[in-house]
């Protein structure tokens, strides 16, 4: 499977980690399935992003 990439980048690790925590607590809250795996990663240019397996 491939990655899929967040639209956005991000400054800090903390402002994707927000992103990513959310993306976890959706599932929960609208009832529709969680990714198998939510990572934040550092881009080449020194901005962090979040990535997730479907």
């Known amino acids: 499977m491939k990655w899929v990439y967040w639209a956005r980048l991000y400054d800090s690790k903390f402002q994707a980690g927000c992103v990513m925590r959310r993306m ?31």
């Open 24 to 54: 976890e607590h959706d599932g929960w809250l609208f009832g529709i399935d969680p990714p198998r795996e939510i990572e934040v990663f550092r881009s080449r240019k020194g901005k962090y992003g979040v990535r997730y397996l479907p």
